[in-house]
């Protein structure tokens, strides 16, 4: 019998921060989904963590809440509010998020 998927999926940083969020939510960046659901028993789907060797803690926060705020407006059809990252964070966001295709 297959045990039930869970719910929430640990993201851990290269400096060892553990990010838990909503697996909706993770999933909705294709390299994490691709991860996650790839067939076969790979240790991410597994163990439901993944490691960032490449991705400190500071900036897999900011994708970690780039995620929730998509999935919150995801179907909002007027006007956005802005998503703000730090200008020193920003390049280090960018290359994250291109990474993880989010």
Request: proline share 5%.
């Amino acid at each position: 019998m297959e045990s039930p998927i869970p719910e929430t999926v640990k993201l851990i940083s290269s400096d060892g921060f553990d990010f838990v969020i909503d697996r909706r939510c993770a999933l909705a960046a294709g390299t994490i989904k691709n991860m996650l659901s790839s067939p076969g028993q790979f240790t991410e789907s597994v163990q439901n963590e993944i490691h960032f060797r490449d991705i400190k803690a500071v900036v897999l926060e900011r994708v970690c809440k780039y995620l929730y705020y998509r999935a919150k407006y995801q179907n909002h059809t007027g006007e956005l509010p802005e998503f703000k990252i730090e200008p020193e964070l920003a390049f280090e966001v960018l290359m994250a998020a291109d990474f993880l295709d989010c």
